[in-house]
């Protein structure tokens, strides 16, 4: 049989413990989507430059007679 005192550690340790097991829980889905943003992100920056390099291909072969400065001539 337990005093009231030992009981309320008791209650307290297990309040403590399963504030600390949400916390790991909340840590872990953190991490977890930490790990997908940085996923898109990678993506979102490999598309970035396969448009910089469409893009700087079409400026440097656009520079006859499709450009708008030849239509405005």
Same mark, same amino acid.
């Given at each position: 049989?337990?005093?009231?005192? &030992?009981? !309320?550690? =008791?209650?307290?340790?297990?309040?403590?413990?399963?504030?600390?097991?949400? @916390?790991?829980?909340? *840590?872990?889905?953190?991490?977890? &989507?930490? !790990?997908? =943003?940085?996923?898109?992100?990678?993506?979102?920056?490999?598309?970035?430059? @396969?448009?910089?390099? *469409?893009?700087?291909?079409?400026?440097?072969?656009?520079?006859?007679?499709?450009?708008?400065?030849?239509?405005?001539?």
């Amino acid at each position: 049989m337990n005093t009231l005192v &030992e009981c !309320e550690c =008791m209650k307290g340790r297990i309040r403590h413990l399963s504030k600390m097991s949400e @916390l790991v829980v909340e *840590q872990s889905q953190l991490r977890h &989507e930490l !790990e997908e =943003m940085t996923v898109l992100v990678s993506k979102k920056d490999a598309e970035i430059a @396969l448009l910089k390099a *469409q893009l700087a291909k079409a400026q440097t072969e656009g520079q006859g007679c499709n450009t708008p400065e030849y239509f405005l001539n």
